[in-house]
Nanobody
């Protein structure tokens, strides 16, 4: 099994910045590890469905963002450390949510394309 643990969430004022991390461990039954997977970041606000934020391919060459975060958020990964990051700048109150990382075989904005998920980290932006 692949385990994912998010960290770095917290309370920040509007306009501020925050970097959250996703640390992976373990491997699948056929030997795949974090380095073989694309990573997606999603978020879920109270009363709303989980929504796509950003994704990055296993190589780091293919990156996608939701329109709502484009130009403000940056996704990256460090395969040596088996960690993915989401740098969030110019934060807005509407960015408040639980942020989840997930891994899957290919980059996608679709929740069910990701096989393994972390428990999430809360990001709260005060206005």
């Amino acid at each position: 099994q692949v385990q994912l643990v998010e960290s770095g969430g917290g309370l920040v004022q509007a306009g501020g910045s925050l970097r959250i991390s996703c640390k992976a461990s373990g491997r699948t039954r056929n030997g795949r590890t974090f380095n073989n997977f694309a990573v997606g970041w999603f978020r879920q606000a109270p009363g709303k469905e989980r929504e796509f934020v950003a994704s990055i391919s296993w190589s780091g060459y293919t990156i996608s963002y939701a329109d709502s975060v484009k130009g403000r958020f940056t996704i990256s990964r460090a395969n040596v450390a088996r960690t993915a990051y989401l740098e969030m700048n110019s934060l807005k109150a509407e960015d408040t949510a639980v942020y989840y990382c997930a891994v899957g075989l290919a980059t996608s904005a679709v929740v069910n394309q990701y096989a393994y998920w972390g428990q999430g980290t809360q990001v709260t932006v005060s206005s």
